[in-house]
């Protein structure tokens, strides 16, 4: 399962990547947004990061790690769909802001859980003389 899900992290790390300079073009040269309102669609939703991250330990306990894993992981692939509704003025900017935001919240989720399935399934291998983390 863990090549599984580092296969998918890095295709949904790669579409976002190869689909940044795309929008970055549409937003600032076709529907002119002034680079202020750029920053302030990318940066508000960053804000979405910390509230994922806050909400992925209760999300655990409640759901359980897998399904956690497995939905925020699938919505993380789904959101940037959204961004085929951006248009010019006002509701593009706020229809990105939600995406992007949207998006960022399923990785804030995402990422914590995943990153403790990795290290669960992989033997510890610290400096010589340290012993395991627990033991």
């Given at each position: 399962?863990?090549w599984?899900?580092?296969?998918?992290?890095?295709?949904?790390?790669?579409?976002?990547?190869?689909?940044?300079?795309v929008?970055?073009?549409l937003?600032?040269?076709?529907?002119?947004?002034?680079?202020?309102?750029?920053?302030?669609?990318?940066?508000?939703?960053?804000?979405?990061?910390?509230?994922?991250?806050?909400?992925?330990?209760?999300?655990?306990?409640?759901?359980?790690q897998?399904?956690v894993?497995t939905?925020?992981?699938?919505?993380?692939?789904?959101?940037?769909?959204?961004?085929?509704?951006?248009?010019?003025?006002?509701?593009?900017?706020?229809?990105?802001?939600v995406?992007?935001?949207?998006?960022?919240?399923c990785?804030?989720?995402?990422?914590?859980?995943?990153?403790?399935?990795?290290?669960?399934?992989?033997?510890?291998?610290?400096?010589?003389?340290?012993?395991?983390?627990?033991?």
């Amino acid at each position: 399962m863990l090549w599984r899900l580092f296969l998918n992290s890095v295709l949904v790390g790669g579409l976002i990547m190869a689909a940044s300079p795309v929008l970055a073009v549409l937003l600032l040269d076709t529907y002119h947004f002034p680079a202020w309102q750029y920053g302030l669609a990318f940066g508000v939703p960053a804000l979405g990061g910390f509230v994922g991250a806050r909400l992925s330990p209760r999300l655990v306990r409640h759901y359980g790690q897998y399904r956690v894993m497995t939905v925020s992981g699938w919505l993380r692939s789904l959101f940037p769909l959204g961004l085929v509704f951006v248009g010019p003025g006002l509701p593009g900017l706020l229809t990105v802001i939600v995406v992007e935001g949207l998006l960022i919240v399923c990785m804030g989720v995402f990422n914590p859980v995943y990153a403790t399935e990795r290290l669960r399934r992989t033997p510890w291998s610290g400096p010589p003389g340290c012993s395991a983390p627990g033991a």
